[in-house]
């Protein structure tokens, strides 16, 4: 079970949200609503001596484009500068940064909850009135997937560390879906890995991603193509006491955790516990083949 968040149950009651005036980081606005989102999920404020600090947030140079629009929503003086580093992952990592060092902005953007320094399992979704799906849709484009599998099914993913900011997106999605998660961390990392497949991927991008929307144009062109997935006519709908799927073995994989697959498969934990220790130890092949990319 997921840790409970004492502080998640009253973000899920509009009527308590707190209205703010107009201007720079008005939530009610659609696209100050998707920057904050995408900074709190994707961004680091961080505080120096005295009243010095600075608000950054560094993502692949693929997508700078982005940050030249947060900074065109931002009416105070910022940078996007580049760099090319080697990581963990990479040899060479091509990165771009926006920073913001006012102290008036990043004291508002800390006063709507995003805190100075750690912060993945800490941030919660606003407390004031903003637009639910322009929010989630930021968290996403910083924290989530949208796409097609390799073998064709449609989703949305997101991988948060914060028990608020994953159940928020389970309460808000089961609205626009129908489709009901159950949040727990992954024991490997303890991350929450919410995923939605098939016509509830459909159906959450469709809202997600609506036209004219600010979004990174790679996750805009993704959700694109999940709208325009249908379900082959020879797959019928999920059926109890079936036989594992090609799809479900590679959904079951990439989640790499039995407690998040669970709900998204519908079967139980401890079948999906048991499918991915013999998939992963080399015991069964994935049906239909050899394992899919993780």
Known sequence: MAEHDHNAPALFEVEDLVARSSGFMDLSDPRYAYMFGFVQADGHLAAGTGRKGRLSVEINVRDIAILHEFQQLTPYNSSITERIRSTNFAERHHSATWTVCAL???????????????????????RVDFSARDYLRGVIDADGSVGITSLGFPFVSLATASTAVGAYLCFYAKKVTGAQRYISRNTRDGIYNIMYTMEAAVRLAEHLYYPGCLA?????????????????????????????KPWEDEILLRLDDADSAAPELDRSVASCSVRLWRLKSGQIAPTGGTAPGQ
């Open 216 to 244: 990174l144009s790679r996750k805009r062109d993704a959700a694109a193509t999940v709208l325009a997935w249908e379900r082959p006519p020879g797959l019928k709908p999920r059926a109890k006491n079936r036989r594992w």
């Open 104 to 126: 008036e902005a990043r004291s508002l953007i800390n006063d709507l909850g995003v805190p100075y320094g750690r912060k993945s399992r800490r941030i919660t979704p606003p």
